[in-house]
């Protein structure tokens, strides 16, 4: 069964401190790779899609790599307006539906 | 087109009664699906349909659960005789075959409590 095992499960910052987020998957079939941010209480929303190893991809503070068998998402600099929950899903060739990890909580402190 | 919009935000309910969500996508996505997410927990997969048709279901769904989209575009979810368990936030998103490097597009949820 596909799988998405998300680390650490809380993270906490000081306003500029960089760090990385691990996102593990088994998949069979890798049809995407899916970084979200999820704020409290609202929906997820989208950040980045990752579909081979070895692609990045890069929005202001964040970037996001691929290998066969983890993503990561790394925060530059980050500022308090990036504490949120970060989810990592994938999606395989087994049907349409998402595996969502369990999330990291980010908290940058000021 | 503002995005997915969910209905209603809150729902507070009693052990045994009925409950229905809506959720009505961006107008041109054709695929719609439903997830739920407890405390702590990622979004897990509940049902999908593309326009009218519900394609694929989850073991989670059990037979308390529905769900419909009349013509493509709204959909409902109801649970019957709800229990604690259920008590969670349902999630619905949409996208097109096109939208895919931009996953799913969610609405902010339903919040449920059953007391």
């Known amino acids: 069964e596909d799988q998405v095992t998300q680390s650490p499960e809380a993270l906490r910052l000081q306003e500029g401190e960089s760090s990385s987020l691990n996102c593990s998957y088994t998949v069979s079939g890798l049809r995407g790779l899916f970084w979200y941010r999820q704020d409290p209480g609202k929906g997820p929303e989208f950040l980045f899609t990752?579909?081979?190893a070895g692609e990045e991809k890069e929005k202001e503070r964040l970037k996001a790599t691929l290998t066969k068998k983890e993503s990561f998402l790394h925060i530059t600099a980050p500022k308090p307006e990036d504490s949120a929950t970060y989810l990592c899903a994938v999606r395989g060739n087994t049907g349409n539906q998402f595996y969502f990890g369990t999330g990291t909580s980010l908290t940058v402190i000021p | 087109d503002t995005g997915v919009s969910q209905n209603p935000r809150h729902k507070i309910t009693k052990r045994g009664q009925n409950v229905t969500f809506r959720c009505d996508p961006i107008s041109e996505h054709n695929r719609l699906y439903w997830y739920r997410q407890t405390l702590g927990q990622g979004p897990e997969f509940l049902t999908y349909f593309q326009n009218e048709a519900q394609l694929e279901k989850s073991r989670l769904l059990s037979d308390r659960f529905s769900a419909e989209r009349p013509k493509g575009s709204f959909s409902t979810l109801e649970i019957q005789r709800t229990e604690q368990g259920d008590s969670a936030m349902y999630l619905c998103?949409?996208?097109?075959?096109?939208?895919?490097?931009?996953?799913?597009?969610f609405g902010s949820g339903t919040r449920l409590t059953v007391v």
């Open positions: 990752l579909y081979s």
């Open positions: 998103a949409s996208r097109t075959e096109s939208s895919g490097a931009y996953g799913y597009t």
